[in-house]
């Protein structure tokens, strides 16, 4: 569906850590829903995958009225310290 937009969030910054969230995609190219946490995420604290929650829920692809009703998929944040 080509490149997505996202926005960044400021918070946990003194956490560091990979947050990967299972996503589902609307024909509109918004995520509709997001769970952080899932496999394959490292230091998955309550801070970490709130943010990545919120930054899953910024994605944004292009519009596609041929792709199906919910995509399902996967957003990987990695969070390094910022001091």
């Known amino acids: 569906r080509g490149a997505p937009d996202y926005t960044l969030y400021d918070g946990c910054e003194n956490e560091y850590g990979l947050i990967v969230v299972d996503i589902v995609v609307n024909r509109n190219g918004q995520v509709i829903e997001a769970t952080p946490g899932v496999k394959g995420s ?36 990695n969070f390094t310290p910022t001091n």
């Open 42 to 77: 490292n230091n998955a604290t309550s801070c970490l995958n709130a943010q990545a929650k919120k930054i899953a829920m910024s994605y944004k692809w292009p519009a596609d009225s041929k792709a199906p009703a919910r995509q399902y998929g996967k957003v990987s944040v």
